[in-house]
């Protein structure tokens, strides 16, 4: 079994992922974690050096790997991961894989992201005032991939036990 979730930065995909993982006793893969190990830098330093674009060929490549290569596992992936390319197909496809979106609220999402901007590259740019306005466009712009998940659990104001229950009991 495959477990996979799709979220805006911030949205505890890798802590729920991990946490799901000892609850599953199922290996863990954060698709950003896999990434940096392939190039051996920080994806921060990467953006900075080769851009986006060549940030989104690595990312698809990277993925395409992991999902190859594990049979099952916990995967969290990165908040741009479903809305590039083929990304979103790849992981709805594959075998006996269930696609969880953890959606936030734009006021959730501010809070937990101003104080972890600048390990970001996407938004280290933007002032602590811009911070909602900036991530309510994103997400706008980004809901039309993320709710094509399998399903959608709402995390506001919910401990990381609950929402890792939550998934479970929709396995
Ligand atoms: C990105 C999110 C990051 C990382 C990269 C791009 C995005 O992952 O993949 O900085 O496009 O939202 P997290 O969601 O784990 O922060």
Known sequence: MKIILLGYMGSGKSTIGQTLANELNLSFVDLDHAIEKEIGMSIR?????????????????????????????????????????????????????????????????????VSEKDMRPLIQAIGEEDLPEFIGKHLFERSNFYLQAHHVIDIDQKSVETIAKEIVELL
């Open 45 to 113: 330093d990467f953006f900075e050096a080769s851009g986006e674009l060549k940030f989104r060929r690595l990312e698809n490549d990277v993925l395409k790997k992991v999902i190859l290569e594990n049979s099952s596992m916990i995967l969290s992936t990165g908040g741009g991961t479903p809305c590039y390319g083929n990304n979103l197909e790849l992981m709805k496809s594959a075998l006996k894989t269930k696609v969880f979106y953890l959606k936030a609220s734009i006021k959730t999402l501010s809070e937990r992201l």
